[in-house]
C-alpha cells in the first residue's frame, strides 16, 4: 500500500478476549488520538454506492470496519491511497484537510465512525476544487 497521509495512521486496537469471544474498548486518552465527542456508524449501504465525497478543516475521525468491509480512500490533496477496512480490531485515524470517500461496500458492512467534535456543518469541505486550495493555502503558510 502506498504510504498514508501525515495526518492518518493505521491504528491497530488493544482486543481483550477468551474462548467466550472478543472485546475492544475505545476510551479516552487510552490509545485513542483524540477526545471522542460524536460517535455514528454507517450500515446498509449497497455495495454499487459511494459515500463520503468531503474533507474537514479541523474534524479528526477514527474509522473502524466494525462488520464486513469497505474500503476508504483518502487523499491529502497530491496522493490518493486506497485503505480496506475489513478488520474490527484495526481502524483508520484522518486528520485534516483529507478528503475521504468510501467505497467497495460488503453487504454486512457496519462502518463505526468517533469523532473529535459534534457535527459543524462549516467544518466541512464538500467540494473538491475548494479542498485543493485549502491544501494549498495551508502549505503555503507551513512554509
Request: charged content about 20%; aromatic content about 8%.
Amino acid at each position: 500500500m502506498t504510504a498514508l497521509p501525515k495526518t492518518c495512521s493505521l491504528i491497530d486496537l488493544t482486543v481483550h478476549g477468551d474462548n467466550r469471544g472478543s472485546l475492544i474498548a475505545l476510551e479516552r486518552g487510552n490509545g485513542m488520538p483524540f477526545a471522542i465527542e460524536r460517535v455514528y456508524y454507517i450500515y446498509g449501504t449497497a455495495r454499487d454506492t459511494a459515500r463520503g465525497f468531503h474533507a474537514h478543516h479541523q474534524l479528526q475521525q477514527l474509522a473502524i470496519c466494525v462488520a464486513g468491509s469497505c474500503t476508504m480512500i483518502i487523499d491529502d490533496g497530491m496522493t490518493r491511497v486506497p485503505v480496506p477496512l475489513d478488520r474490527p480490531n484495526r481502524g483508520l485515524h484522518i486528520g485534516s484537510p483529507v478528503w475521504r470517500e468510501m467505497t467497495d461496500f460488503s453487504v454486512d458492512c457496519v462502518l463505526l465512525v468517533l469523532a473529535s467534535a459534534p457535527y459543524e456543518n462549516a467544518d466541512y469541505i464538500r467540494d473538491y476544487d475548494e479542498f485543493r486550495r485549502v491544501v494549498i493555502q495551508r502549505s503555503g503558510e507551513q512554509s
